[in-house]
Structure formats: C-alpha cells, structure tokens
C-alpha cells in the first residue's frame, strides 16, 4: 500500500520515524523498540538512511522490510542520493523492492565533510525522477522546511523547489521539525497558494534533554519560541521534569494542529518507546 493512500479525509495520519541501530549496537535493539512501538499503532513507521550523510548498510533495507513483513505495518525506507552514483541507488532501490517495501522518502541527505558529493543526483527531485526512470511502482515522499531549508537563498525559491519535488512525483511531505505551530502554519499557506496539494505531516520532535535540542538546532536551524527556551532553562539541571515538560510541549503542539485539521502528524521517535506512548497515550482520541 501506499502512504497516500491512507489520507483519505477520513482521519489525521499519526505516523513515527526510527533510525537504524548506531554501529556498536546490535540490529535487534531495533526489533525491541519496534515490539513496543507496534502496540502503538501507527499508520505507518520510515526508516532513517545514512543519517549524517554516511554512505548506507543494509539496515534500513532490512528494518523498513520487517516493519511490513513482521509486524504488518506500512513502512517507508528513507533515501538519500547526493553522496552516491546511479548505479548504487540503483542497488537499493532493487533491494528495496525485493523486500517488499513500498514506499520511499527520497532525499538529497547532507553533504559528507571533506567528502566531494557524487555527481549523478544534485536534489531529491532528481531521484525520484531517477526512481520513475527505472520503472519502480515505490510511493514516494518528499522533506519539506517549514522555517526554509538551511541551503536556501530565500523562503520564496525554497517553495518553488518544493514544487519541482512534488511535480517530479512527490506524492506527500513530511516536514522538518518545529516548535512554533505558526510557522507551520504559515508555510502551509503558501505552499498551497503555490499549486502544492499534496498531504504534508507536521514533524514533531519531543525535546528530552538540552543537548539533543542544542544539537538538533544546530542541524536545522529550527527557532525555539520564548515558551520553549524558558521551559529549557528552567528544568535543564532535571532531567525527569524536562523529559515530562518535553512531552507536554509535544502534546500541546499536536492538539493545537490536529484542531487547526493538520494533514498528519510525524513524531521523530528517537527511538524512545516510553516517549511515543506517553505522547500516543494522550492524544490517541484526536486520530
Ligand atoms: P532537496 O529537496 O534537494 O533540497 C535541498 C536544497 O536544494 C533546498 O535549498 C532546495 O530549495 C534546493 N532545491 C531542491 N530542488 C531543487 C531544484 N530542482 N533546483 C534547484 N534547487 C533545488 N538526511 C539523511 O541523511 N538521512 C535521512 O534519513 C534523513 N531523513 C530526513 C527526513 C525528513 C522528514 C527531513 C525533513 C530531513 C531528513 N534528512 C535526512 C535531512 C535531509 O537529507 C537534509 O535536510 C538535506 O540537506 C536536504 O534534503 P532534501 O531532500 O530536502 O533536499
């Protein structure tokens, strides 16, 4: 099945995204945050690619096929081209499709540093071109910047890029995190103004601690509303009230979008079990 398939207007999409287990970890850590994560019953769960922009192993591959084949989920495996030639995509995108994975989120990914970018793909447009090219019947969705992407020269042509990813087959986004609902809103507006009709999930990341947040700013160049770096600073030295804090803010942004008739929402699970049942737990009636 494909993802945009299950927007049907009947219902908001609630969906989550893992990554695959860091080197020194074995792959089954996965499977046990995936046992917990199925009860949960999302619509559908995306596999993250050579995050940090490192060439992939086999793992997304292999988890995106387990989440469809083991736990009869939907799954997307997350892809990235800008760091490899045709013919390696094209390695995995036959692997993909012989382990019956149907849908991709395909991706430029970041460049790699001190590392020459490959020359064959230069956006995600033009792997999903490629992916059209080559005959694969994969859905296929698309990142979207509600703040802009980082690359960008201007708001303006960041959403003319989009539309060329969309027009080259994107068939729904999932946007870059956000801690301020006005902003998705706003880009929301203007993607539609600009011919965009697709569905777009909201991304929503639980901030657990002030490192990752720290990190995860630097990355993204996300703006952090006065609210949030307030809460930051208050429960910074208290990890379990940040944690629950975290997941408030979350709970909050999620209701507020869902009412405002969001397409669906994408909670970036870290991998964190307890995180994504206490933040499905209290917001499951709203789906
Ligand atoms: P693009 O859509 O190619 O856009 C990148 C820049 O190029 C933008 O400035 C855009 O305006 C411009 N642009 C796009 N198309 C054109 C065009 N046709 N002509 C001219 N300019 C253009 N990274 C990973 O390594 N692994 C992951 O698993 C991963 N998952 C992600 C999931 C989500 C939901 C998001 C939001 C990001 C994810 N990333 C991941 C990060 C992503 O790879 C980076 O943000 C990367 O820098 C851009 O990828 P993109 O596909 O959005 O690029």
Not at 119 to 122: A, L, T
Not at 150 to 153: K, R, T, V
């Given at each position: 099945m494909k993802i945009k398939d299950i927007f049907n207007g009947e219902k908001t999409v609630f969906s989550f995204e893992v990554f695959p287990p860091k080197r020194d970890n074995s792959i089954d850590t996965i499977y046990k945050t995936l046992d917990e994560l199925?009860?949960?019953?999302?619509d559908f769960i995306s596999v993250t690619y050579g995050a940090s922009g490192s060439l992939m192993d086999n793992s997304t591959c292999e988890i995106a096929s387990a989440i469809r084949n083991k736990y009869g989920l939907l799954s997307a495996a997350h892809l990235t081209c800008v760091n490899s030639t045709e013919s390696e995509v094209r390695q995995v995108l036959q692997r993909l499709s012989e382990s019956g994975v149907e849908n991709i989120l395909a991706l430029r990914g970041d460049y790699i540093p001190d590392v020459a970018p490959k020359?064959?793909?230069?956006h995600a447009s033009d792997l999903i071109e490629f992916i059209k090219k080559e005959g694969y019947d994969f859905g296929i969705s698309g990142a979207c910047y509600p703040e802009g992407h980082?690359?960008?020269?201007n708001p303006v042509d960041d959403i003319k890029n989009l539309k060329k990813k969309v027009d080259a087959g994107a068939e729904h986004l999932i946007s870059q995190l956000f801690f301020d609902n006005r902003i998705f809103y706003d880009f929301v507006e203007k993607v539609r103004i600009a011919g965009i009709d697709v569905p777009i999930e909201a991304g929503i990341m639980p901030v657990v601690n002030k490192k990752q947040i720290e990190r995860m700013v630097s990355l993204c160049g996300a703006s952090l509303p006065s609210k949030f770096t307030r809460m930051m600073s208050k429960y910074e030295n208290n990890p379990e009230a940040m944690r629950d804090a975290g997941i408030a803010y979350a709970v909050n942004q999620i209701v507020d979008l869902v009412s405002h008739g969001v397409d669906g929402i994408h909670l970036?699970?870290?991998?964190?079990p307890y995180i994504a049942r206490r933040i499905s737990e209290s917001v499951r009636s709203l789906f």
């Open positions: 199925q009860d949960l019953k999302p020359e064959d793909f230069k980082l690359d960008s020269e970036y699970t870290m991998n964190n």
